[in-house]
């Protein structure tokens, strides 16, 4: 999504720790390396077209705070906190209540946008528009070279036939009673908008230098409704609430690599990379019409559900690192590379949060006659200017103290580590890097007094990876390693934000600790060619304290319940996988070529829960761990003609999404089964077609808890035809 796959150098996967990887790389390591300067002088123009089966064409509810540079993923203003809030109440941090002047109480209260009544839309076609270019420049024995990239994409998507139920403990047994039965539909427009420019520089063959500058703005505009039926009375409500989110990344890096041949050909490649990511989220709108102040079955406004919200986050990151790299030893029978490096970190955040809402302040009947008026009224109507008086709704500040954070974490890092061949049989590469990192997070909690937590400890990593080649085609690789699992800034805060999924609130732990994990993999691969390989795999992770989301009920609810972070007392993870990719030829002229790829795994999880867990149990499966995965791609290839087609299959197994510390169950999410198809055409060697289409079965994305539907809905079939010019 940053920039145009042709802009890659190389793709390095890499499943084993390494001293020169950072400490945290338990699961591997993923290095994207870009060109600085192309093959040959191009320039590309793509464009695209598609939809959504379940929403493109149709009209749907929408957001009625629309500004003149939505289109371009942007708020021109039109959704941000009121200038006359905003400066008087500090960001939430000053109730207004605090102004004894009435009318600049009722002043504040108005200067809202009258924003609380969806609207109809039309959810057009998606469409996306892309244009990269580059150029190379030699000078004598030096190259330079330019890519750039400009993307833009402008999208809809939906969660459709929703369903959402929620539970309470019915009894010591396990068993679950219905406590909320709700349907929702969700629709959400997306405005991408991408940027990237690679500037490089060779000079000879020893020195090269590349400056690399990405720019990357996701924009969604959500609109969702909920109804059905809450609590034990069975109140009947209907819900609608806007959410609008930009978020924006920049980076920009510079870095180096030279070869020193007369300093005993001497290896540095160093790097310095800036880069800031902000997450705004404006006026987020919870509007909630109910029986409970009804006295004739009509759904009518409730004001005491109502909430304004406005989250802000800005996160600002140094990453600097300087790699050595020396012949150590070379011999008869062993070659050897010595390798070090240093490396630091320096990240901070700041993250506020401002809630409002309306409290009625006049005759309680007074209040009943005007949401109970024929026709009924709005949200829009009940809210207007002449109700926001000192003695009818009155402007409220439901902002926490520990609605705000600031975070900051400092690592430095240094490893030695070598490389060794031996005996043209064996390959390892042992070593260790040290790590020593400091994370303060500071916030308050709900009486306001401060709140300070965070961790300093220095970690020693050690590693070993041996390859074994038992001949030219094959080889067997063993590994261990130990790494850390460092909780992040919003899992220790002690501040909430929203899960994207549910909806819920999710809140921070300032006592969950870091984990440590000790990694064992032992690999089998088998070359049978340049296009056919075998590889059979084995691991295990021993797990010190991992960290997991749980869910704290309130009321015997999930509804109510908050998501927060724990630690479990140990854990395991063992399993195997299998990775294979065969090629079968069609014809003698090898222009027709069918492929399968396939690979897959089992994974079994247990972790051990602490003395003081309230779960029934001493061992369940760890949160966010899978049971399984498959990935099988086939696909045909027709060069004479330009034409290829593949099949994707994608299913992963069942998972804890959020691990119960209560008598509730875990909700768990359900595998999918996912059939994406490509189809692609080149006419000429300027003019290329794709066509793609995803989510081909259109399965249930589903999550359970007790074997109950939970949360579940549709996404809809994609479908997206583009095509690309090269000049």
């Known amino acids: 999504d940053l920039f145009p796959a042709g802009v890659l150098d190389q793709v390095e996967v890499r499943k084993s720790f390494t001293p020169d990887m950072p400490g945290d790389s338990s699961a591997g390591n993923v290095q994207l390396q870009t060109r600085s300067s192309p093959e040959e002088d191009f320039l590309e123009l793509s464009l695209g077209l598609g939809g959504n089966t379940r929403i493109t064409g149709d009209s749907v509810m929408s957001d009625p705070s629309n500004s003149d540079t939505d289109v371009f993923g942007y708020d021109d203003g039109t959704r941000k906190l009121p200038g006359l809030v905003n400066g008087l109440t500090a960001f939430g941090r000053v109730d207004p209540q605090e102004y004894e002047n009435a009318q600049l109480t009722e002043l504040m209260g108005q200067s809202f946008e009258k924003n609380l009544e969806s609207e109809k839309a039309t959810a057009n076609p998606d469409v996306s528009i892309g244009i990269s270019g580059g150029q190379e420049i030699s000078r004598g024995n030096n ?7 400009l993307s833009y994409d402008n999208s809809w998507s939906v969660k459709d036939e929703g369903e959402e139920n929620t539970f309470a403990s019915a009894g010591s047994g396990g068993e679950l009673s219905p406590r909320n039965q709700f349907e929702f539909f969700e629709s959400e427009h997306n405005v991408d908008l991408g940027g990237m420019l690679a500037l490089g520089a060779e000079f000879g063959l020893d020195h090269k230098l590349d400056a690399t500058t990405l720019v990357s703005r996701k924009t969604q505009t959500q609109t969702r409704q909920t109804s059905g039926i809450s609590g034990e009375n069975g109140e009947q409500l209907r819900d609608i609430e806007f959410k609008y989110e930009e978020r924006q990344f920049v980076s920009q890096q510079l870095a180096g690599e030279h070869f020193f041949q007369d300093y005993n050909e001497l290896e540095v490649d160093w790097q310095y990379t800036y880069s800031l990511a902000e997450r705004y989220a404006p006026d987020r709108r919870t509007i909630r019409y109910d029986d409970l102040k009804s006295n004739d079955g009509r759904l009518v406004f409730n004001d005491s559900a109502f909430s304004r919200r406005y989250d802000d986050l800005t996160d600002e990151n140094h990453d600097a690192s300087v790699d050595f790299t020396i012949p150590a030893y070379s ?11 240093l490396s630091m970190t320096r990240r901070s955040r700041e993250s506020e949060t401002a809630r409002y809402s309306y409290d009625w302040r006049g005759d309680r009947q007074d209040e009943l006659d005007l949401i109970r008026q024929e026709p009924t009224p709005g949200a829009n109507d009940v ?12 402007l409220q500040n439901l902002t926490a103290p520990s609605d705000r954070y600031e975070g900051d974490l400092d690592i430095n890092a240094a490893y030695l580590m070598t490389d060794m061949d031996l005996y043209d049989r064996f390959r390892l590469v042992t070593g260790a890097r040290v790590e020593s990192a400091e994370q303060t997070v500071d916030t308050f909690d709900t009486d306001g007094d401060p709140v300070e937590t965070g961790f300093d400890e220095t970690e020693v990593l050690p590693s070993a990876n041996l390859t074994r080649f038992m001949n030219p085609e094959m080889q067997m690789r063993f590994g261990y390693s ?3 699992a460092r909780p992040d800034f919003k899992e220790m805060a002690n501040a909430s934000f929203f899960d994207p999924v549910f909806g819920f609130t999710v809140r921070g732990n300032p006592e969950v600790e870091s984990s440590e994990v000790d990694n064992f993999d032992v690999r089998w691969e088998w070359y049978l060619s340049q ?7 084995a691991f295990y992770k021993d797990l010190s304290q991992p960290i997991e989301r749980i869910i704290i009920p309130s009321g015997g609810s999930a509804l109510q319940g908050t998501r ?8 395991e993870i063992s399993g195997i996988e299998v990775d294979f990719r065969k090629e079968f030829q069609l014809d003698e002229s090898l222009s027709q070529t069918l492929f399968l790829q396939a690979n897959g795994s089992l994974i079994d999880s247990e972790v051990t829960l602490p003395e003081r867990s309230t779960e029934n149990r001493d061992t369940r499966a760890l949160q966010g761990q899978a049971e399984s995965t498959l990935n099988i791609a086939v696909g045909y290839d027709h060069l004479d003609s330009g034409q290829e087609v593949t099949l994707l299959f994608n299913r992963n197994g069942e998972s804890i999404e959020d691990a119960s510390r209560g008598d509730l169950p875990s909700v768990i999410e359900e595998p999918v089964n996912q059939v994406d198809v490509t189809y692609k055409k080149t006419f000429t060697p300027s003019l290329t077609l794709e066509a793609k289409v995803e989510n081909l079965l259109d399965e249930e994305k589903e999550f359970t808890q007790g074997g109950n539907t ?7 079939v994609s479908v997206n035809i583009g095509a690309d010019w090269r000049f």
């Open 710 to 716: 939970f949360f579940k809905y549709k996404p809809g």
């Open 564 to 571: 927060s972070f724990a630690n479990a007392q140990e854990g």
């Open 482 to 484: 130990q790494t850390i």
């Open 331 to 341: 011999g008869r029978n062993v070659m050897a590379d010595l390798q070090s490096g």
């Open 383 to 394: 809210l207007s200017d002449p109700n926001i008086e000192d003695d009818k709704f009155v």
């Open 143 to 149: 190259l330079y070279g330019f890519y750039g990239a």
């Open 531 to 537: 296009t056919d390989t075998l590889t059979v795999g």
